[in-house]
């Protein structure tokens, strides 16, 4: 989770994402971010220095505190980083990382608390609306709804293609990796940031947390799939690729390999949020999270529930409609690394 993105129009979500986070806590009891301040990093005369003048001028725009390094004052304050010269970074003191798996636990504990029943094992098989409601049919019973708030991922398509409603959306497999590194204190999250790599090969990686290892992955590195092609076998290609970038800059984050896992990611062809009603009586809203919302599911949550509840919200996501060349133009061409800045 971080105030350092690539358009102003995030940063204002993620003041509310930490707000709403921190109600989550407070709520369960359960400590769910840990902070450890986030670095972007690049080299001059590549891509990324693009990428790193719009975070930059995006956290001035909203007053957001960073600094911009060098490649020494970089490896003085983190020795662990081998750099080159050319190398320049952000840093924001105020980031850090989200528990995905503890938060996921918590929000369903607290939708039960307040009377929410979560059904597993159901697959959606069709949403059909009409004015009066909204049908959701599983293989087992069909439930009849006020309001629907899709938010199924890698599902979306199809989903939405069962109501008439063709979003572009691009699905791939990614994967991270842990590492046993023995170099383990350097790593706390008290010493080593979270941080990206800008580059057309982009990379990211945690400190050590959850399990005794450091974490890293490539982002958009993996293959395109569907939800149902997918495989749970990772690509030795591209963790070869992580590692040997890791053992360039952040020699000591590799270890032997713990485990890596794969997962999927679901964009539209800017790389940005889709937040839109997708019937005409506006019974159905959904949402395609563009593979980079999980820091953000606080506020997210509560978008869709005011879009559900009462059709309109106080925060701005009209950048965020369906309605933009990206959804509605055929002939747009998917950019999915995260450097597209919304127009207004």
Known sequence: IRRSYHDARYIALA???????????????????QMT??????????????????????????????????AQEVMKRWPQFRL?????????????????????????????????????????????????????????????????????????GPLLGRLGVKWPLTVTQEQVTYFATPHIRDFSPDRFPIWIWRAREEFYGFPVYGEVATKAGQ???GEEVTAETR???????????????????IPKFVGPELFTKTCLYTMPPDRHFVIDSVHPSARVTAVADAAH????????????????????????????????????????????????????
């Not at 105020?94 to 929410?116: C, E, I, Q, S």
């Open 15 to 33: 003041e509310p994402a930490f707000d709403h986070w921190a109600v989550v806590e407070e709520a369960s009891g359960v400590q769910l971010i």
């Open 37 to 70: 301040g986030g670095l972007d990093l690049e080299l001059i005369g590549t891509t990324g220095i693009k990428d790193l003048s719009h975070c930059a001028a995006s956290m001035r725009e909203q007053g957001i505190a960073h600094e911009e390094l060098d």
């Open 84 to 156: 080159p010269d050319n190398a320049r970074a952000l840093y924001q003191a105020d980031a850090g990382l989200v528990d995905a798996r503890k938060a996921n636990a918590v929000h369903v504990a607290l939708a039960r608390g307040n009377g929410a029943t979560v059904v597993d094992g159901a697959p959606v098989r069709a949403i059909r609306a009409d004015n009066d409601g909204v049908d959701v049919v599983t293989d087992a019973e069909t439930y009849r709804a006020d309001r629907v708030v899709i938010a199924v991922g890698a599902w979306t």
């Open 219 to 221: 982002d958009v590195g």
């Open 231 to 249: 495989t749970f076998e990772p690509s030795v290609v591209t963790r070869d690729r992580l590692v040997d970038f890791l053992n360039r800059y």
């Open 293 to 344: 919302a999980f820091k953000f599911v606080s506020i997210l949550g509560r978008i869709l529930s005011d879009l559900a509840i009462d059709g309109s919200t106080q925060y701005t996501i009209e950048s965020f409609t369906s309605n933009r060349p990206a959804i509605t133009d055929p002939t747009f061409q998917p950019i999915f690394r995260n450097e597209v800045v919304l127009s207004a």
